[in-house]
């Protein structure tokens, strides 16, 4: 049989085959990786469709991949073959091992396990086997922190006992032997995820007339609320937290009512307006920054949001995020905050005409019925599309989450 390329959807024109994970002739059980797939927006994973061996591959790494390509020959383990070919396998033939077994610092010989795309490669990048890492993800799921520790540990024994994942540059190391070995500089190609981010970027900056409103919030009201509830919330919902995010969603999704025009988004000549709110969530992931959409977020309660921004949280993290989940979205928030930042302007997410920033939460001196008080403040920053959004709506809009944020009870209220 065929292995073949996923099928992509409209908004992916074709992929990028990032990485082999078998080699010709190697037998492979089913639902097994056999290669990933970068298009511009995930990765792919191509499974082995039944226990067997890969007998040919017609597709090498590096090379560009339109919907349903081909990319290699199968062979299962009953003798059929994709050429048509009847006759079955020989008998005597000696099978290749299961998995590529490496033994690791123990001895040990074990298959190579289950491993995020973004963990194989820094694996590959350091020189380490995956089947001499422990896995600490769901099912001994290999994250790249098991990978960034194996480093570490590996980095630690020290030159007596050498090992490859010291030595990742030692190609470029040969290619300069003048080169100082604290001064070693490595070229790797752009990630077509990377690539994509960069150009997606660059264009909101060359297209729309993108503009940035700043206000501050007093996070009082939330902290109380989260303090008073959090562990009733936590127990009454099968052990979801209650974050600020779900708390600015609400707001935003209530504002984005408001204010139809922060929801619409621009197709050529055409104002698009959207009778529903689906709210972007930016998340780090190690492959880059990602928005994964939280669909019809109006109809969601707070456990439900905090659910889903868990879940796309550990999809990131282990590279399984689908396109369908970052597909669409007619509004974002980043929340630049979780990594300390203070203030800082986002850029828009086309075609979306606006984008809300978190910052850190600090205690600062306010001044509050003539009276100085130390209150936990945050700033919040709107990117807009001024071709679409005039200044004053901009500025009420982020008024009208600055107010449900600082009462949440206006939310409840619809006031």
Same mark, same amino acid.
């Given at each position: 049989? #065929?292995?073949?390329?996923?099928?992509?959807?409209?908004?992916?024109?074709?992929?990028?085959?990032?990485?082999?994970?078998?080699?010709?002739?190697?037998?492979?059980?089913?639902?097994?990786?056999?290669?990933?797939?970068?298009?511009?927006?995930?990765?792919?994973? $191509? @499974?082995?469709?039944?226990?067997?061996?890969?007998?040919?591959?017609?597709?090498?790494?590096?090379?560009? @991949?339109?919907?349903?390509?081909?990319?290699?020959?199968?062979?299962?383990?009953?003798?059929?073959?994709?050429?048509?070919?009847?006759?079955?396998?020989?008998?005597?033939?000696?099978?290749?091992?299961?998995?590529?077994?490496?033994?690791?610092?123990?001895? +040990?010989?074990?298959?190579?396990? $289950?491993?995020?795309?973004?963990?194989?490669?820094?694996?590959?990048?350091?020189?380490?086997?995956?089947?001499?890492?422990?896995?600490?993800?769901?099912?001994?799921? +290999?994250?790249?922190?098991?990978?960034?520790?194996?480093?570490?540990?590996?980095?630690?024994?020290?030159?007596?006992?050498?090992?490859?994942?010291?030595?990742?540059?030692?190609?470029?190391?040969?290619?300069?032997?003048?080169?100082?070995?604290?001064?070693?500089?490595?070229?790797?190609?752009?990630?077509?995820?990377?690539?994509?981010?960069?150009?997606?970027?660059?264009?909101?900056?060359?297209?729309?007339?993108?503009?940035?409103?700043?206000?501050? @919030?007093?996070?009082?009201?939330?902290?109380?609320?989260?303090?008073?509830?959090?562990?009733?919330?936590?127990?009454?919902?099968?052990?979801?937290?209650?974050?600020?995010?779900?708390?600015?969603?609400?707001?935003? +999704?209530?504002?984005?009512?408001?204010?139809?025009?922060?929801?619409?988004? %621009? #197709?050529?000549?055409?104002?698009?307006?959207?009778?529903?709110?689906?709210?972007? +969530?930016?998340?780090?992931?190690?492959?880059?920054? $990602?928005?994964?959409?939280?669909?019809?977020?109006?109809?969601?309660?707070?456990?439900?949001?905090?659910?889903?921004?868990?879940?796309?949280?550990?999809?990131?993290?282990?590279?399984?995020?689908?396109?369908? #989940?970052?597909?669409?979205?007619?509004?974002? %928030?980043?929340?630049?905050?979780?990594?300390?930042?203070?203030?800082?302007?986002?850029?828009?997410?086309?075609?979306?005409?606006?984008?809300?920033?978190?910052?850190?939460?600090?205690?600062?001196?306010?001044?509050?019925?003539?009276?100085? $008080?130390?209150?936990?403040?945050?700033?919040?920053?709107?990117?807009?599309?001024?071709?679409?959004?005039?200044?004053?709506?901009?500025?009420?809009?982020?008024?009208?989450?600055?107010?449900?944020?600082?009462?949440?009870?206006? %939310?409840?209220?619809?006031?």
């Amino acid at each position: 049989m #065929d292995i073949k390329a996923p099928v992509f959807p409209e908004s992916i024109a074709d992929g990028e085959v990032a990485q082999w994970h078998v080699t010709e002739g190697q037998q492979v059980s089913r639902d097994q990786i056999l290669v990933d797939i970068e298009t511009d927006k995930v990765v792919l994973e $191509v @499974v082995a469709p039944a226990d067997g061996r890969v007998s040919r591959i017609l597709t090498p790494e590096g090379a560009t @991949v339109l919907s349903e390509a081909t990319l290699a020959e199968f062979e299962a383990s009953n003798g059929l073959r994709v050429s048509g070919e009847s006759e079955a396998a020989p008998a005597q033939e000696t099978p290749t091992e299961l998995a590529t077994t490496t033994p690791a610092q123990s001895g +040990v010989l074990r298959p190579t396990p $289950v491993a995020s795309p973004a963990a194989r490669k820094l694996a590959e990048e350091s020189g380490l086997a995956l089947n001499a890492i422990e896995g600490s993800g769901k099912s001994g799921l +290999v994250t790249k922190e098991d990978v960034l520790a194996a480093v570490a540990k590996a980095q630690d024994i020290g030159t007596s006992q050498p090992t490859a994942a010291v030595v990742p540059n030692a190609e470029e190391s040969r290619a300069n032997p003048d080169t100082p070995a604290d001064r070693i500089e490595r070229r790797v190609p752009m990630t077509r995820l990377r690539a994509s981010i960069a150009s997606r970027l660059v264009e909101a900056q060359q297209t729309a007339a993108m503009l940035t409103t700043f206000n501050e @919030v007093d996070m009082s009201a939330i902290m109380a609320l989260r303090t008073q509830y959090k562990e009733a919330f936590q127990k009454a919902h099968n052990g979801t937290r209650l974050g600020f995010m779900s708390f600015f969603v609400r707001a935003s +999704v209530e504002a984005l009512k408001r204010f139809p025009a922060v929801n619409a988004s %621009i #197709d050529g000549k055409d104002i698009v307006y959207h009778g529903y709110q689906d709210v972007g +969530v930016a998340v780090s992931s190690p492959r880059g920054l $990602v928005v994964p959409v939280i669909r019809d977020a109006d109809s969601l309660t707070l456990a439900e949001i905090e659910e889903q921004i868990k879940l796309y949280g550990e999809k990131a993290q282990s590279a399984q995020l689908s396109i369908e #989940d970052m597909t669409g979205g007619t509004f974002t %928030i980043s929340n630049g905050g979780g990594f300390g930042s203070m203030l800082s302007t986002p850029i828009l997410n086309p075609p979306q005409t606006a984008i809300l920033g978190m910052h850190q939460i600090q205690d600062r001196p306010m001044a509050i019925d003539e009276q100085v $008080v130390i209150r936990p403040m945050m700033y919040l920053a709107l990117s807009y599309d001024h071709r679409l959004i005039d200044g004053q709506e901009a500025v009420r809009f982020l008024v009208t989450i600055k107010d449900f944020l600082e009462e949440p009870a206006r %939310i409840l209220l619809d006031i």
